[in-house]
């Protein structure tokens, strides 16, 4: 029973480079999201998917790109990675608008 | 824009308290509000979800309360114990049931044995 899954747990990037962190889950979920948590901030919603071929942004999405090719997958792109990117990262999902939210475990991200 | 407060930021217990949560919210055009649990170094985990039209919900030893036009939610605790420690955060969801949902800060609970 996997859940939401979320791959690396850990990484380090240096400033400049990409890096895709991965999102899966196995309940057929509709809805998945990627947000991010800094400390005293809250999550904060980046980018959110409603069904596969369907993304749209939330809150901060500069910096990232998402795309939706199967309902399990949900990858979280970072472009050109900075400093300011360097947070927790949560990937959720949902069977639908009023449901429940499920998170994966977290993925840490440092950029040096 | 929505906006979220939680208060207590931290709450240190006695264990077998029955403590009370506090979540206000800007906005009361939401669909429902969730409150979540997060250990430290884990994801969060769904407690209690209250649609708009109802008022509370109750799951075990929890108890969330809502009153949309003022813009508050509670979540009571009964008889803690030391497992409860944790954070707590509330999250309104966004009108006609979007998928936004704004997060509070949270509450960090330490329940002392």
């Known amino acids: 029973n996997a859940g939401v899954t979320q791959t690396p747990k850990f990484q380090v990037l240096k400033t400049g480079q990409s890096m895709t962190l991965q999102c899966a889950q196995d309940?057929?979920?509709?809805?998945m999201s990627w947000y991010r948590q800094d400390p005293g901030m809250g999550l904060r919603l980046i980018h959110y998917?409603?069904?596969?071929?369907?993304?749209d942004q939330g809150e901060v999405p500069n910096g990232y790109n998402v795309s939706r090719s199967t309902t399990e997958d949900f990858p979280l792109r970072l472009l050109s990675a900075a400093p300011s990117q360097t947070s927790v990262y949560f990937c959720?999902?949902?069977?639908?608008?009023?449901?429940?939210?499920?998170f994966g475990e977290g993925s840490w991200l440092t950029v040096v | 824009k929505q906006e979220v407060t939680q208060i207590p930021a931290a709450l240190s217990v006695p264990e077998g308290e029955n403590l009370v949560l506090n979540c206000s919210f800007t906005d009361s055009a939401i669909y429902n509000l969730q409150w979540f649990r997060q250990d430290p170094g884990k994801g969060l985990t769904s407690l209690l979800l209250i649609q708009s039209s109802q008022r509370e919900q109750t799951s075990g030893r929890l108890n969330a309360s809502l009153d949309k036009s003022s813009g508050r939610s509670t979540l009571y605790i009964a008889a803690s114990q030391p497992g409860d420690s944790a954070t707590y955060l509330c999250a309104p969801g966004g009108d006609s049931g979007t998928y936004k949902y704004i997060f509070g800060t949270g509450t960090r609970l330490k329940v002392l044995a």
């Open positions: 998917s409603v069904g596969a071929g369907i993304t």
């Open positions: 309940m057929n979920h509709e809805y």
């Open positions: 959720a999902s949902s069977p639908g608008p009023g449901n429940t939210i499920y």
